[in-house]
């Protein structure tokens, strides 16, 4: 009985992809208000979810080739190295001795090595030679990828799903390019009560983390800092898979490798490392949620709103299929509670500073929310990201991989672009050369959001910051596209936010401490 009530079974992705996708339109879409933006918001964010799905099939399949290719070689050394050696001719062994094959009087022919003198369990119903016993998963499960694998490659299905996710993601920042310029904004509150979605919302919490603790953890190819710029201490983290199978394909989808042809399995992680990435990835996805909530409550004047906006985040399948990566979820959680401490402007400072310190790509966000500080906020911003770089350049002691002055340069991206071993799209045929462009075109949107538009309210700084975080996505080396934790609670809060034109700093924000002084009284002058 404990088995039937209590046997849980991870849907496969493309299934929750389904089930997920209905959820999404059935809780939010505007049925009276077929033509609005809300609607198409929505058809935006389930669009992303087939390029998930591509470039997971993708890089499957690419694996279980080389594994069976790597499988197949293996076996043809053994049967090398356990073939007999051939005996002269004129030998009593030979095939004119006495023992021979061509021997009359009591030696044995040896059977014949064909597929119908086989048993009949070897031979399908189709007349192929059905898989043995010694032959590996990976080349069976290649074999059931046969259909797609003969019409398209697996590194072009990959490519393909990179290149469906940048389209769409190319759409969305288009979008929140223009999102300052709607001005009405109507409520459009989701099609279920505030209960029902914090029902919704509690129980999916429980079962992705739920996946967290339960999941293989697989460590990072290498300890210490990537090729990249980003922060050492983060990639000491294994990564949860919370997918419900464990192939290599699996994998490889989660932690990228140096060289894509080394299929051996990753080395087991140390046990403290694993705690703490679970622990971590639980927080920060609690963090998120929590933040989303809080700001809908406090700044957008609309509870039921950002509940609903935190069970859709929960929903999307790119939260389960990506729910134990710290390096996507803790960044995320820093970048909302930036914008929840938006009127305290040390405390966004610091989370902002924390963002920037994980994974580098924030830093750019620095001269838009500066340029939002600017009339009132600026030094204490400045101060609060000061102490939180500070603060991670200190613990950056702990690894003694590389020198201090190495992890600085790679925290703060202080190198020259990269051109070789990239992953994700610049590693499937696109020129790594096309990404300084790029580059150079995100280093240019970044300065425009600091000087356009000069007066900037709360509305304007949380659809830029997901713009920008965007735009990163196309010049990440590893996985760009992938990363969508950065930008997608920012994005929902953007689809859910009232208008927010009186939101500026010079009247939510307090001028700090100052200098009184005593005024003398008319009585004493008198």
């Known amino acids: 009985m404990s088995e039937i009530l209590f046997h849980y079974k991870r849907p496969d992705p493309t299934t929750w992809v389904y089930l997920s996708s209905f959820l999404t339109i059935g809780l939010f879409f505007v049925f009276h208000r077929f033509w609005s933006m809300r609607n198409l918001d929505l058809v935006l964010l389930i669009l992303l979810a087939p390029g998930l799905l591509i470039v997971y099939e993708g890089r499957r399949g690419r694996m279980l080739e080389e594994a069976a290719a790597k499988s197949a070689e293996a076996r043809a050394a053994e049967e090398a190295e356990s073939k007999p050696i051939t005996a002269d001719v004129g030998g009593p062994n030979g095939p004119d001795g006495p023992n021979g094959l061509n021997s009359s009087d009591g030696g044995e022919s040896p059977p014949a090595a064909n597929v119908t003198n086989a048993s009949p369990s070897a031979v399908d119903q189709d007349g192929a030679a059905a898989p043995e016993a010694g032959e590996s998963i990976a080349e069976s499960a290649t074999a059931d990828l046969s259909p797609v694998i003969s019409t398209f490659a697996a590194r ?41 979605l914090m029902f919704i919302g509690i129980w999916l919490f429980i079962f992705m983390m739920a996946n967290v603790i339960t999941s293989t953890p697989r460590m990072q190819d290498e300890q210490g800092p990537r090729l990249g710029p980003g922060y050492s201490l983060m990639n000491m983290l294994p990564a949860i898979i919370t997918r419900p199978t464990a192939s290599v394909g699996d994998a490889a989808m989660v932690t990228p490798r140096s060289d894509p042809a080394d299929t051996d399995a990753p080395k087991p992680p140390p046990t403290p490392y694993v ?70 402007p040390f405390f966004a400072g610091f989370f902002l500073g924390g963002a920037a310190g994980l994974v580098y790509y924030p830093l750019f966000l620095l001269p838009l929310w500066i340029s939002f500080y600017r009339q009132r906020g600026a030094g204490r911003f400045v101060a609060g990201v000061g102490l939180a770089l500070m603060t991670m350049m200190a613990l950056l002691e702990i690894d003694g991989s590389l020198p201090l002055g190495d992890h600085l340069r790679r925290m703060f991206g202080l190198m020259m672009p990269l051109m070789n071993g990239l992953q994700g799209v610049w590693g499937l045929g696109w020129e790594p050369i096309y990404r300084l462009p790029l580059m150079v075109g995100f280093l240019i949107l970044s300065g425009f959001f600091a000087l356009w538009p000069a007066e900037k309210n709360l509305g304007t700084l949380i659809a830029y910051s997901s713009a920008l975080m965007v735009a990163a996505q196309f010049w990440h080396a590893y996985g760009g596209g992938l990363y969508m934790a950065w930008f997608l609670p920012l994005l929902l809060l953007t689809i859910f936010r009232p208008n927010l034109e009186d939101r500026i700093a010079a009247k939510v924000i307090d001028a700090g401490p100052q200098l009184r002084v005593k005024r003398p009284r008319i009585a004493d002058v008198a």
């Open 275 to 344: 705690a703490l990435a679970r622990v971590l990835a639980i927080v920060s996805h609690l963090a998120i949620v929590l933040g989303i909530v809080a700001i809908g409550h406090r700044h957008f004047g609309n509870s039921r709103g950002g509940i609903g906006c935190a069970t859709l985040y929960l929903l999307l399948p790119y939260t389960a299929q990506m729910t134990g990566r710290v390096d996507h979820a803790l960044p995320a959680a820093f970048l909302v509670w930036a914008v929840f401490s938006y009127r305290r």
């Open 156 to 196: 072009d299905i990959e490519r393909y799903g990179f290149v469906w996710m940048l389209f769409v993601q190319v759409l969305i920042l288009v979008r929140l390019l223009f999102d300052p310029l709607m001005v009405r904004r109507p409520l459009l509150d989701p099609n279920l009560t505030a209960g029902g």
